[in-house]
């Protein structure tokens, strides 16, 4: 039991009341269980649901050791769900039951929250396509034709998906540098990361349906955050004409906690003025409320801030991902993962990938202890975290994913 | 009962005694239970073993709904399964046990004979890789130039992997001819098949560990057919700079059956000459036995033969791609499916796709009903079938993945 009351969680606390987002945990080198994040404890939600009487189809829910059953159950589960446990943590009746159910916080081990389905990574913001186009292809456009009719995504490796705290091994691979006749085998040497908003799929849709815009939110759970590792010279030797394979399969690290999309009602903004005329099944124009979302991320590197990309700026909605994700019949299943792709903004300082930043490793980040990165050295700490707006102008967190760069097995 | 003994099973029958594939099936309704296609009939394997008494270990295998739980048991336990399982169907003292829980094929329903984990896809034929760089870059070299330095792959969906049988629903989404200014919405006007074959991943790998070559026949469990769909018009507008997406994602048929790899000893023959020297990761030179596969596909459209690819002209063999999808310390799972990618081979009738057959709709089919085909129409029926050596001249099946092709919804 801690010294302080578990209970006393401010609204403007990171995890407070409004945001309750939902992790799996263990103690101990125990089962895996449910939980909510609440000030710095967890509540084990499966043992809160015995205690508190709640209804069996509920608990059934929460007892389950993923998130992937409440995916399942569909927007009225999750609803029922957040609306029960938001009352067993501030309703004072509940707390005899409710106290033994919280764990403080630094004594759980945390792991993937739900069991990912299919991994589907976009290519959602403009600056960082942008950027892309013009390291790569100078001198034409920088973006390619399709770019503004379509979210351009792609399939990415769902069993190498990794909880916050996972060690990423240096990958090895085929390298090819322009000036290089033929491709050498070894570590990367061009280690980067992504800096990504996920998308939890919950309810499933059948083989030959297609989900509209402004029924995204009945199949979207929550949001995550999301580092998608990417070995820059495997990838550009690979990646023409089929798309990344190896350059991006060796690892995806993902936050602890979900964040309910009903816990980013203040966080959602008008998504950036479209140039160009979209087909009805992406226009959003009428579609209310807008599924921009004004969430902050940051990025640091060995403890140093080097980014903080913007979340609004995403020229492409999580509506229309999911949208053109499925108009072409695709199922959806409970545990689907798709993640934004990069998100930068506007400014230097605004983007979320080292290749952005460095221009290619041309202009290298000079951190504090004095040392230059182009890309990832081993030991190197990367972590991505990111803010929302709440209610009455707190800020509320997504917490964070993390991970430590190993050097691969001799 | 059916009048003929069901054990009286020749040795040269597509599903004769060397044979013994693994599926699942259900008969009226009931629960999914593993099977051994047996001449004309399968045998309730789990049934089996506790009618013979099989141990325990073997048996919980056995009595499975899905492969998964034998394909992460490791090739002792496949060998060990697949010696008891022809001891039961061969030996006349186990006849009286076993006769019960032989069912004939025709009373069965057939479903995917496992969890597919990820599905990854490849693009292995010389032939397909340099007809289609024909096709979409005349007067260009037809090879990308990493093609000869690896197997080029790619994540394709595996939420949308469903078994042979299953209607493929035709998709919509975007489509933009050269000549059109902008993409409209609507139906495929160009569907396709890709012949290929699937190789079912059994044992799993740690993240960080990768697959020797020589190692590869302890990780894959056997072979299957796979028709990968493919959307030519909306997969020619996506694709760049990220690969297939929607083009490919709506559907991918499989094969109810998985011939062991332990069945294709007389198929193994040596890959096609290698003319690029190979990263020693991937140089098969000195590996023994020769991981080529002498298998020949059939494609039947409506009825009537359109190709009849061989795989033995696939230039990267199913180790190297097993070998280069690990290289980079991506872990296996159980249940992981990759493909080869369309199988064809030098001849204009041994084309494993409707693209090259007609050269992008050029030169269409024609089918004896007087018709001819671009790309297929709704209606049509595609059948993709296979047979490879087996001993002492005998030619085994490897079944056949089969669908019809439908409209859209409305």
Request: proline share 10%; hydrophobic share 40%.
């Amino acid at each position: 039991m801690s010294a302080v009351n578990p209970f006393d969680v401010p609204q403007d606390s990171p995890f407070g009341p409004d945001n309750l987002p939902y992790g799996v945990f263990s103690t101990g080198g125990g089962a895996r269980r449910l939980g909510v994040a609440y000030g710095d404890h967890v509540l084990d939600a499966g043992a809160a649901a015995r205690a508190t009487g709640a209804a069996g189809e509920l608990a059934g829910l929460l007892e389950a050791p993923s998130l992937n059953a409440l995916l399942a159950a569909g927007r009225p589960a999750w609803r029922q769900a957040r609306a029960e446990v938001a009352g067993w943590l501030t309703e004072p009746g509940h707390r005899a039951a409710v106290g033994p159910c919280l764990v403080p916080r630094d004594e759980v081990a945390l792991h993937l929250p739900f069991e990912v389905a299919d991994y589907v990574d976009f290519y959602a913001s403009e600056h960082h396509a942008s950027n892309l186009g013009r390291i790569f292809r100078p001198g034409s456009e920088p973006l390619t034709p399709n770019w503004k009719h379509l979210p351009i995504g792609y399939h990415g490796r769902a069993g190498t998906v990794v909880v916050s705290g996972t060690p990423v091994v240096r990958p090895c691979g085929q390298r090819k540098a322009p000036d290089e006749a033929v491709p050498s085998y070894g570590p990367s040497r061009r280690l980067d990361i992504e800096a990504e908003l996920g998308f939890v799929v919950g309810a499933p849709t059948p083989l030959g349906s297609r989900v509209a815009l402004q029924d995204a939110d009945r199949h979207v759970f929550g949001v995550c955050l999301v580092n998608d590792w990417s070995a820059r010279d495997l990838q550009s030797w690979e990646y023409v004409p089929l798309g990344p394979f190896l350059g991006k399969s060796f690892a995806t690290s993902l936050s602890p906690w979900v964040v309910p999309l009903d816990a980013l009602t203040h966080a959602r903004v008008e998504p950036p003025a479209r140039d160009t005329e979209l087909l009805p099944y992406l226009d959003d124009g009428g579609v209310r409320p807008p599924a921009g979302l004004d969430i902050a991320l940051e990025v640091r590197l060995n403890g140093h801030v080097v980014a903080r990309p913007p979340f609004s700026a995403m020229y492409w909605t999580y509506a229309q991902m999911l949208a053109h994700m499925t108009v072409n019949g695709a199922a959806l299943r409970a545990g689907d993962l798709f993640a934004s792709g990069t998100v930068s903004g506007p400014e230097r300082d605004s983007r979320g990938a080292l290749i952005e930043l460095t221009w290619n490793g041309r202009e290298p980040l000079a951190l504090p202890d004095g040392t230059g990165r182009s890309f990832l050295e081993d030991g190197d700490e990367v972590t991505i975290s990111a803010t929302f707006p709440g209610p009455s102008g707190t800020r509320l967190s997504l917490g964070e994913v993390t991970a430590v760069v190993q050097p691969p097995a001799p």
